[in-house]
């Protein structure tokens, strides 16, 4: 199917093991997002990549490390899981830059829901 | 202080009412704004685009951006059920790949 899906949808884990959650795009989009959402703070980016191989940090990296090593895809991992990470994760993509006259959209993932114990 | 702010509600009308959702910002070079739809357990959609001040208007939604203010808003007229969701205001300087999100303001239209 066409569109961007994140996997695990659902994942229950413990403190201090590593999670890696999925996201897999088909359009081909150059551009991909990793970004939390918790009550109260909204949505806060956490990396980013404009193309394979090529990451940057957003607002709130620390504690996750991400890779892309093919266009389609972008994990996101978690090196030793803590509390303060329970949250709902989107993945995101865009077909263009902010110097390519970027027209703003994103095309979010439906979600995965992380809890730590 | 956010760099966007945004009231989380909820906001709750009757269906057929006009509905006004708001955003204030700090950064001045914000010039692309945003707003977008979220279902409940749904990821985000974009619903308006807007660059730089004035009005948009796509069928019965309506934003406005106020630059001078460091304001803009969502109305949309005759609301229905189906606009029940929360709504996210977005924005960035144009220059970077990072968009700031709002917190989302809640709504909910009951019949």
């Known amino acids: 199917d066409a569109g961007i899906t994140q996997s695990p949808r659902y994942k229950i884990t413990e403190t201090g093991r590593q999670v890696t959650l999925m996201c897999h795009q088909t359009w081909s989009h150059s551009y991909m997002f990793w970004y939390r959402q918790d009550l109260g703070h909204g949505l806060r980016l956490i990396y980013y990549?404009?193309?394979?191989?090529?990451?940057d940090k957003g607002e709130v990296p620390d504690g996750y490390v991400v890779s892309r090593s093919k266009t389609e895809n972008f994990p996101l991992t978690l090196e030793s899981a803590t509390r303060s990470q329970t949250s709902v994760y989107f993945c995101?993509?865009?077909?263009?830059?902010?110097?390519?006259?970027?027209?703003?959209?994103?095309?979010f993932g439906e979600g995965s829901r992380l809890t730590v114990l | 202080q956010k760099e966007v702010e945004q009231d989380p509600g909820p906001l709750s009308v009757p269906e057929g009412a006009i509905v006004s959702l708001n955003c204030t910002y700090s950064n001045s070079a914000f010039q692309y704004f945003m707003w977008y739809r979220q279902y409940s357990r749904k990821g985000p959609e974009l619903l308006m685009y807007?660059?730089?001040?004035g009005n948009k208007e796509d069928g019965r939604f309506t934003a406005q951006v106020d630059k001078s203010s460091k304001y803009i808003s969502l109305f949309i007229r005759d609301s229905q059920p189906s606009d029940s969701a929360t709504y996210l205001c977005?924005?960035?300087?144009?220059?970077?790949?990072?968009?700031?999100f709002g917190t989302g303001t809640r709504l909910q239209v009951f019949p």
């Open positions: 807007t660059y730089s001040s």
């Open positions: 990549s404009a193309a394979a191989d090529i990451t």
């Open positions: 977005a924005m960035s300087e144009g220059v970077t790949d990072k968009l700031i």
């Open positions: 995101a993509s865009s077909s263009l830059g902010w110097t390519s006259g970027f027209t703003g959209e994103l095309f």
